[in-house]
């Protein structure tokens, strides 16, 4: 999304602010975010997790942002192998993706021209909302809820919580999706996603930033997430780990 954390900042500039259209968009900060992101200031400690406790990990991508991670604890850092309790999140998230895809997509799917233009997987994500029972959307938004309040209560003993920004490197195009990770087979496209989809749950702002490179050349990136209403601090986080890591700009080495 963009080069660097400034200018991540900068474009998060452009698109915040209040609206009467979106009750749920919240007032521009009084100080732009970008001055948060040049004024880089290295957290005092960090929690880290490279599974959240939910998905298999290739092993070189662990490996990548393991030594990420030790180049931060080598720049004074403090770090805590800690994750919150997430195990519910893929049911959660499944659950009201379903949901979500009837509401949006459900009168393509209803319609027997449109219903040929869709994908098969959102052929099957419309088809799982429909088929599940209601109870099972009242458990996930109550379960959510609980998973938001286990995360920021995490957040205020760490806070930030650093973790692999995909469980894979980089695969060919031509794959629709990743079918298997370490031994791990996965029965639906939207698995292998899980380090990212838990985190979408909780609402937390999340920032991916460039780590290092696999031995064949590719980006390996790492997520940090930061409690709700600390994007600040989280970029001027981000910007001073980013410096740390001194990967950002750099092309991958020949492979």
């Known amino acids: 999304m963009a080069r660097d954390v400034a200018d991540c900042a900068l474009m998060l500039d452009a698109m915040c602010g209040s609206h009467p259209e979106d009750p749920l968009a919240l007032p521009a900060p009084a100080e732009p975010f970008l001055a948060a992101a040049l004024s880089p200031e290295l957290p005092a400690h960090i929690a880290w997790s490279d599974d959240l406790g939910i998905t298999p990990v290739e092993p070189e991508v662990r490996a990548v942002c393991r ?3 030790e180049r931060l604890a080598a720049a004074g850092v403090g770090v805590a192998e800690a994750h919150p309790d997430l195990g519910t999140a893929p049911d959660v998230f499944h659950a009201l993706r379903a949901a979500g895809f009837v509401a949006a997509l459900g009168p393509l799917y209803e319609n027997d021209a449109d219903r040929d233009r869709l994908k098969p997987e959102i052929v099957w994500n419309i088809e799982r909302g429909l088929s ?3 109870s099972q959307v009242v458990w996930a938004e109550l379960e959510r809820g609980r998973i938001i309040h286990e995360v ?5 003993e760490h806070s930030i919580l650093a973790c692999p920004a995909a469980c894979v490197a980089p695969f060919p195009v031509e794959e629709r999706w990743v079918a298997e990770v370490d031994g791990t087979r996965f029965e639906n496209y939207v698995e292998w996603l899980r ?4 985190l979408t749950l909780t609402a937390c702002p999340v920032i991916v930033i460039p780590c290092g490179f696999t031995a064949a050349g590719l980006p390996v990136g790492i997520q940090l997430v930061a409690p709700h209403g600390e994007e600040a601090a989280q970029l001027r986080a981000a910007a001073a780990i980013e410096a740390v890591l001194e990967v950002a700009g750099r092309e991958p080495p020949p492979g």
């Open 67 to 69: 030594a990420a991670v």
């Open 195 to 198: 380090i990212t989809s838990a």
């Open 132 to 134: 599940q029972p209601p």
């Open 152 to 156: 920021a209560a995490f957040l205020r």
